[in-house]
């Protein structure tokens, strides 16, 4: 109730800043447009990384996991890590095209229209036949950004931007506007941002789903403030609070009156509204020729929607008392050097809390009341920050640490360089059935003994990255990308850190891996 008044209040204010910059556009006249854009074209290439076809493939079956909160029916790959199989390689194109507006009286808006496609996608002639079709259309041109704008309202250094709108919140480290380096993400939101030469605070709220009448509070909400001391020469300081509010009713059964009134006796089949909180800070900064980047944040609140997931296998109740618990952090530091092509040399860390209660201890195994318990991890928001690109990464690896090294160069004022050689954990290993092993074959000790596993390992193993990029002009650079990862354990046998911490990594070899790509980007 309380949430769901806040929610209501929060909403009448914000349809009143609405009006207010309506009425302050209506008295505005047109003074400048502006036309630009973005093309960005990428080649990539996978060895050795995914399943063919990219289908998930079942590692463990259902039936060898009796009573185990998977988290699914059986424990399913992308992930195949086999020489043996197909690579995956595609190219991609996405384009932005984008017209912004001036007023008087401080109003502007701002237009951006976007499109992403696999090549290949919607070509529309038969050459076996010479018939010509028309193009499948349904997934071509978004409108990307859409808002308004008012500057310095009140004579303050206040604005307000309302309408669809990329969200990037310090680095984005956890809100950002790229799902990957060619696909984007933006938000329908109102945006506050006071700015002044001390400090500078953001704060908005999101709609992420509108389910209409279906229900009266079962909205998907994303609420945020971001704040950031900037007088310290050596230092800024941030701080920042996101909610992310998921009031969908969920329910494992949908039985008689009477059957009903049984769970709700007992307890059973009781899902709240989810609530993420997460709470955070950041230092960075610069001293000489040392720079620092540290962030840290903490997670916190009812984790229903993640728990209705983990039904133990052969039952029919999921979590409904899952709790998010779990910290994040991230840090890049560095020394650049005052010689030849400016070396800088770095170390980068990052960790992600997480659980995996997917085991069963024998008191479990024979409790007939045994009750499930989700396996939560830290939960990455709406970020593309990619630490593992070959276990692709993409801002969804969750229940993992990692620490590496790198060094950049610049040998021209054109030319920029990075290598980076680093070694990844998982926090909380997935331990298997217990098993013995007949040649590559590991055949299941007793499956109905579920409890009965095997120590799963933490070891991901290590991954050596590096780049070349090519300033052609201040509109136009090529980015060349190369990853080499040698897989350990736990990554061919499997965890999970995948998907925030619910998808499995295991593989059906232990072969290196490969990604490749090629990108170009021209702004105009």
């Given at each position: 109730?309380?949430?769901?008044?806040?929610?209501?209040?929060?909403?009448?204010?914000?349809?009143?800043?609405?009006?207010?910059?309506?009425?302050?556009?209506?008295?505005?006249?047109?003074?400048?447009?502006?036309?630009?854009?973005?093309?960005?074209?990428?080649?990539?290439?996978?060895?050795?990384?995914?399943?063919?076809?990219?289908?998930?493939?079942?590692?463990?079956?259902?039936?060898?996991?009796?009573?185990?909160?998977?988290?699914?029916?059986?424990?399913?790959?992308?992930?195949?890590?086999?020489?043996?199989?197909?690579?995956?390689?595609?190219?991609?194109?996405?384009?932005?095209?984008?017209?912004?507006?001036?007023?008087?009286?401080?109003?502007?808006?701002?237009?951006?229209?976007?499109?992403?496609?696999?090549?290949?996608?919607?070509?529309?002639?038969?050459?076996?036949?010479?018939?010509?079709?028309?193009?499948?259309?349904?997934?071509?041109?978004?409108?990307?950004?859409?808002?308004?704008?008012?500057?310095?309202?009140?004579?303050?250094?206040?604005?307000?931007?309302?309408?669809?709108?990329?969200?990037?919140?310090?680095?984005?480290?956890?809100?950002?506007?790229?799902?990957?380096?060619?696909?984007?993400?933006?938000?329908?939101?109102?945006?506050?941002?006071?700015?002044?030469?001390?400090?500078?605070?953001?704060?908005?709220?999101?709609?992420?789903?509108?389910?209409?009448?279906?229900?009266?509070?079962?909205d998907v909400d994303f609420y945020g403030v971001y704040a950031t001391y900037k007088p310290l020469k050596?230092?800024?300081?941030?701080?920042?609070?996101?909610?992310?509010?998921?009031?969908?009713?969920?329910?494992?059964?949908?039985?008689?009156?009477?059957?009903?009134?049984?769970?709700?006796?007992?307890?059973?089949?009781?899902?709240?509204?989810?609530?993420?909180?997460?709470?955070?800070?950041?230092?960075?900064?610069?001293?000489?020729?040392?720079?620092?980047?540290?962030?840290?944040?903490?997670?916190?609140?009812?984790?229903?929607?993640?728990?209705?997931?983990?039904?133990?296998?052969?039952?029919?109740?999921?979590?409904?008392?899952?709790?998010?618990?779990?910290?994040?952090?991230?840090?890049?530091?560095?020394?650049?050097?005052?010689?030849?092509?400016?070396?800088?040399?770095?170390?980068?860390?990052?960790?992600?809390?997480?659980?995996?209660?997917?085991?069963?201890?024998?008191?479990?195994?024979?409790?007939?009341?045994?009750?499930?318990?989700?396996?939560?991890?830290?939960?990455?928001l709406f970020a593309d920050k990619n630490y593992l690109p070959v276990v692709n990464d993409n801002g969804?690896?969750?229940?993992?640490?990692?620490?590496?090294?790198?060094?950049?160069?610049?040998?021209?004022?054109?030319?920029?360089?990075?290598?980076?050689?680093?070694?990844?954990?998982?926090?909380?290993?997935?331990?298997?059935?217990?098993?013995?092993?007949?040649?590559?074959?590991?055949?299941?000790?007793?499956?109905?003994?579920?409890?009965?596993?095997?120590?799963?390992?933490?070891?991901?193993?290590?991954?050596?990255?590096?780049?070349?990029?090519?300033?052609?002009?201040?509109?136009?650079?090529?980015?060349?990308?190369?990853?080499?990862?040698?897989?350990?354990?736990?990554?061919?046998?499997?965890?999970?850190?995948?998907?925030?911490?619910?998808?499995?990594?295991?593989?059906?070899?232990?072969?290196?891996?490969?990604?490749?790509?090629?990108?170009?980007?021209?702004?105009?």
């Amino acid at each position: 109730m309380g949430n769901t008044l806040f929610g209501g209040i929060l909403s009448r204010v914000l349809a009143g800043m609405a009006c207010l910059l309506a009425t302050q556009s209506a008295f505005a006249e047109l003074q400048n447009v502006d036309i630009g854009g973005e093309l960005r074209m990428r080649y990539r290439y996978y060895r050795n990384v995914f399943e063919e076809d990219f289908s998930p493939t079942i590692r463990i079956p259902g039936f060898f996991l009796p009573k185990r909160p998977i988290g699914a029916p059986a424990v399913v790959s992308l992930f195949d890590w086999n020489g043996s199989g197909g690579d995956w390689h595609f190219s991609e194109s996405a384009v932005l095209l984008n017209v912004s507006a001036d007023f008087t009286n401080n109003v502007s808006s701002y237009i951006e229209l976007y499109d992403y496609y696999e090549w290949g996608e919607d070509f529309r002639s038969d050459y076996l036949t010479g018939q010509d079709s028309r193009a499948t259309t349904g997934d071509d041109v978004e409108v990307n950004q859409a808002y308004i704008q008012v500057d310095e309202m009140f004579g303050t250094p206040l604005r307000l931007r309302v309408g669809r709108q990329a969200l990037v919140m310090g680095k984005g480290w956890l809100v950002n506007e790229f799902l990957t380096p060619t696909q984007r993400l933006s938000f329908d939101a109102v945006r506050l941002t006071y700015d002044t030469e001390a400090f500078t605070v953001d704060a908005f709220a999101s709609k992420v789903l509108e389910t209409g009448i279906s229900e009266q509070d079962g909205d998907v909400d994303f609420y945020g403030v971001y704040a950031t001391y900037k007088p310290l020469k050596a230092l800024d300081i941030s701080a920042y609070w996101y909610w992310l509010r998921d009031a969908r009713s969920l329910n494992d059964t949908n039985e008689t009156a009477v059957l009903e009134w049984i769970e709700n006796i007992a307890d059973l089949d009781n899902y709240d509204a989810t609530n993420l909180h997460t709470v955070g800070a950041r230092l960075n900064g610069a001293l000489g020729a040392w720079d620092y980047d540290l962030e840290v944040a903490y997670q916190f609140g009812e984790a229903d929607a993640h728990g209705a997931r983990f039904v133990p296998i052969g039952f029919t109740y999921g979590d409904d008392e899952a709790e998010y618990d779990n910290w994040g952090a991230d840090l890049n530091t560095g020394y650049t050097f005052d010689v030849a092509w400016s070396p800088r040399v770095s170390l980068i860390a990052a960790y992600f809390g997480g659980h995996d209660n997917r085991d069963l201890s024998f008191i479990d195994w024979i409790n007939p009341f045994y009750e499930a318990e989700a396996s939560v991890s830290f939960n990455r928001l709406f970020a593309d920050k990619n630490y593992l690109p070959v276990v692709n990464d993409n801002g969804w690896l969750s229940n993992f640490y990692m620490v590496g090294g790198g060094v950049d160069v610049k040998p021209t004022d054109a030319i920029s360089a990075h290598v980076q050689l680093a070694r990844a954990w998982i926090t909380a290993p997935f331990n298997p059935p217990a098993t013995f092993t007949v040649g590559k074959w590991r055949v299941p000790l007793a499956p109905a003994l579920s409890f009965w596993t095997d120590e799963g390992s933490d070891d991901i193993g290590w991954e050596a990255s590096g780049y070349i990029k090519y300033t052609y002009s201040e509109d136009l650079y090529f980015l060349l990308y190369y990853s080499h990862l040698f897989p350990d354990d736990g990554l061919t046998d499997g965890g999970y850190f995948q998907f925030n911490g619910t998808g499995f990594s295991g593989g059906s070899d232990t072969d290196d891996a490969d990604y490749v790509f090629l990108m170009s980007v021209l702004k105009f």
